[in-house]
């Protein structure tokens, strides 16, 4: 099972700007497709963005295109998140996380099986 | 967006009772549908993937099914370990894949 682990959270005044970090390790990290979720207090993970292996396609939660840009070094092994134009609604606890595929001829199906311990991250002034 | 509703939002069990959530999509999202444990202080881990396939390393009092719109995850015999939230996940077509809002399972 892999490893991973988040770092770069912090409390920043809105508008301000963040670069979040996930150390991957015990897998072949340029393999897998990457997540960033967060999760405020008491409510749901939300799901923040994607990453393809390659790095080539990524995708954005409606709530943060345009400010947030996903990012990764596969000779690094490391994920990131750099987050600008922060609002107070984007404090929660940021989560890595591993995309987990099983395929059977065309059809896939995706989890999140591996996740880090989060980095918690505080917008206020 | 594919909504995601998860009943009830908080249950209360003893141990060794059968425990269903359910939760419904708000469209038709086939069979792409995960469950995940969240215990306090942790991050989610999931549990079913596809409706009805056990991640590995799962015990196998778990089980999920159901398609389309409508899905349930049972727990069979409730074990000590078990009480946690759970939350539903869609992985239907491109993201975002939205989360139900949960289900706290707690100890009567």
């Known amino acids: 099972e892999g490893q991973l682990v988040e770092s770069g959270g912090g409390l920043v005044k809105p508008g301000g700007s963040l670069r979040l970090s996930c150390a991957a390790s015990r897998f072949t990290f340029s393999s897998y497709e990457m997540i960033w979720l967060r999760q405020a207090p008491g409510k749901a993970p939300e799901w923040v963005s994607y990453i393809s292996s390659s790095g080539t396609t990524t995708y954005y939660a409606e709530s943060v295109k345009g400010r947030f840009t996903i990012s990764r070094d596969n000779v690094k092994d490391s994920l990131y998140l750099q987050m600008n134009s922060l609002r107070a609604e984007d404090s929660a606890l940021y989560y890595c996380?591993?995309?987990?595929?099983?395929?059977?001829?065309?059809?896939?199906?995706?989890?999140?099986?591996?996740w880090g311990q989060g980095t918690l991250v505080t917008v206020s002034s | 967006d594919i909504q995601m509703t998860q009943s009830p939002s908080s249950l209360s069990a003893s141990v060794g009772d059968r425990v269903i959530i359910t939760c419904r999509a708000s469209q038709s999202i086939k069979n792409y549908l995960n469950w995940y444990q969240q215990k306090p202080g942790k991050a989610p881990k999931l549990l079913i993937y596809?409706?009805?396939s056990l991640q590995s390393g799962v015990p196998s009092r778990f089980s999920g099914s159901g398609s389309g719109t409508d899905f349930t995850l049972t727990i069979s015999s409730l074990q000590p370990e078990d009480f946690a939230t759970y939350y539903c996940q869609q992985s239907y077509s491109t993201p975002p894949y939205t989360f139900g809002q949960g289900t706290k399972l707690e100890i009567k």
């Open positions: 996380a591993r995309e987990f595929e099983d395929c059977s001829g065309t059809t896939c199906y995706e989890g999140f099986d591996s």
């Open positions: 596809a409706a009805s």
